[in-house]
């Protein structure tokens, strides 16, 4: 049987309980053998938009993924020059992985801007899209969508939320456990002092604190007012 792989591909700046939710709950309803987090390096959508180094949101990916055997991370788009065009990273990592089976993850906002990608409609050809529905996203929603934008041979496969087409990969409506968790409000707590514990793992928690990671300028080190916080 072929290696059938999860990609999930984001800035995570951070990484946060809801992405690593919704890689899980992939995991099973899909049933994929593994999980591959790969961070973007030069986000092609946000030009002059600050994130954090690379090595910091690595770093927070490696302590947000130990545990678990079904985590993978790659430093893909660090390696690869200019910017992380998704297709680019697919391409290398068809190769990267040879015979493997690809399934693209993609949050319900981003995947009805796909149209606006680079070379988008190769990226139908090269893993089948799942998208992490909200529940007020349906698969009529997705479908008219793919149906104008990619192909009207796209049909729904009845009863498991597969969007099925006779020579490109499929679209999957996955419904995952909606958690109201975003790395921006991550990044606005971060930024206040205050607690970001629950929000992301705790191991994570611990080196943004330690490293004043988001933090404006304060009087005092992030630290003491964090351990205030726990008292």
Known sequence: MPLRLGIFGGTF??????????AEEALDILGLDEMLFVPVAVPPHKPGWKILSFQSRWRMLQLALAGNSRFRLSDLEQRMPGKSYTVHSLQHLSKENPGAELF??????AFFEMDT??????IFKLAGIVVLCRPECCENEVLQFVSKKVSELYRIEPGNREIRHPALRSVYSLRNTRMDISS???RELAAEGRSVRYLVPDNVWGYIAENGLYLKAVSRPYSERVRESDA
């Open 13 to 22: 700046d951070p990484v946060h309980l809801g992405h690593l939710r919704a």
């Open 104 to 109: 693209f993850l993609v949050g319900c906002d």
């Open 117 to 122: 990608w680079y070379e988008f409609k190769e």
């Open 184 to 186: 921006t409000r991550v």
